[in-house]
């Protein structure tokens, strides 16, 4: 049997009920203990579920939208692959789908739910990647029992035309594949604007060093992975103590203009932001001793303000997060990651209250 994955998990609260207009309304809920619950509706937009086209092996060509897969062969989704023609088959599989996204979709921030696969995912949208959770061989790690469910960059979907969905698996053992769940395309209206969605890869190390939040530090030979979500599901179990975060971006003259907000989601347990090697904000002191009280920091929002003169429009802003975790799941591990305006932060975080 399969040993529990408590540190990070989701699950249905209710079942699906009809929403006016008809469509349908999902509530995912975010667990990560019994004190920190973050739960939010959702509409599906397009159902997913029904027949996938489906290959045994591995080959990231798979993942590219002009990949000729006329010779693969059809199965249910979701449904575990033992169940499909493929029994007692424990290694990598991908399955492939297209469908078009309505245009009135266009203003919409969008979700796609996978339900539950056994056991490693990564999921690509027209050959970008979106996200994924647990770790491949040889640094394997389950996450069977996590409910996969990841925001669509809009920048990757073609509205009003065909899209490509591929997904990467990795089964250990007992049933595999895309197994559970209501597979779809879901939207959610009560978010906030993001002009720059950085969601998605980020260099990461664990250790602490303080060059690693200069701008000119080299981190070419740092790990990928997937923000949002835990650092234990990336390949770094059981990690309490310290981890860096970085990523670039380029910000245009006209949104230079606005006052802008770095949002980096739900942080476990402390944090550190700098802005082009400047510390533009953190949480709560680093601690010092092991008997600091995290109790609290990791439910609250992270948001700062980044000063004007930080901004560069003419080259890439290097985004550094210093991160302390005492225990448990740890890291970036939930919400919007993104730059925003001070005005669309306002409506949001005023709707929220």
């Known amino acids: 049997m399969r040993h529990a994955m408590n540190k990070f998990c989701l699950f249905l609260r209710h079942p699906l009920k009809r929403a006016r207009g008809g469509g349908q309304v999902l509530c995912i ?16 937009e397009i159902d997913l579920q029904g027949e996938w086209l489906f290959e045994i092996g591995d080959n990231l060509e798979y993942a590219r939208p002009d990949y000729n897969d006329a010779k693969w062969v059809r199965v249910h989704v979701p449904s575990p692959w033992e169940n499909e023609g493929f029994p007692g088959y424990d ?9 078009t996204v309505p245009r009135r979709l266009n203003n919409k921030v969008l979700y796609l739910q996978l339900g539950q696969i056994d056991d490693v995912d990564r999921t690509y949208l027209n050959g970008q990647f979106i996200n994924g959770v647990g770790d491949f061989p040889p640094s394997y790690q389950t996450a069977y029992d996590v409910n996969r469910l990841y925001e669509i960059p809009s920048n990757f979907i073609a ?18 594949g895309i197994v559970h769940g209501d597979v779809g395309i879901y939207s959610r209206e009560d978010v906030i604007d993001l002009q720059i969605d950085l ?20 981190d070419a030979n740092w790990k990928s992975i997937a923000v949002p979500g835990t650092w234990e599901q990336q390949g770094y179990p059981n990690h309490d103590g310290y981890g860096w975060y970085r990523i670039s ?6 949104l230079a203009k606005e006052k802008l907000i770095l949002m980096l989601g739900k942080i476990n347990d402390v944090d550190e932001a700098y802005f082009n090697g400047a510390r533009i904000g953190q949480q709560v002191e680093f601690p010092i001793q092991s008997t600091f009280s995290f109790r609290g920091f990791k439910d609250i929002e992270r948001a700062y303000f980044i000063p ?6 003419n080259a890439a802003n290097i985004i550094a997060v210093r991160v302390y975790d005492a225990g448990k799941s740890g890291g ?22």
């Open 29 to 44: 809920a975010l667990l990560f203990s019994s004190s920190s619950l973050l739960a939010i509706n959702l509409t599906r």
């Open 91 to 99: 290694s990598y599989g991908w399955y492939r789908v297209t469908f």
């Open 159 to 176: 509205f009003g035309k065909k899209n490509t969905l591929a997904v990467r698996v990795y089964d250990s053992h007992g049933v595999g």
């Open 199 to 218: 969601s998605g890869l980020w260099k990461f190390k664990t250790g602490d060093e303080w060059q690693w939040g200069t701008v000119d530090y080299d």
């Open 249 to 254: 971006t380029r910000i245009s003259k006209s």
């Open 308 to 313: 004007p003169y930080l901004i560069k429009t």
């Open 332 to 353: 970036i591990y939930s919400g919007y990651i993104g730059i925003t305006t001070r005005d669309d932060y306002l409506k949001y975080s005023r709707k929220k209250k």
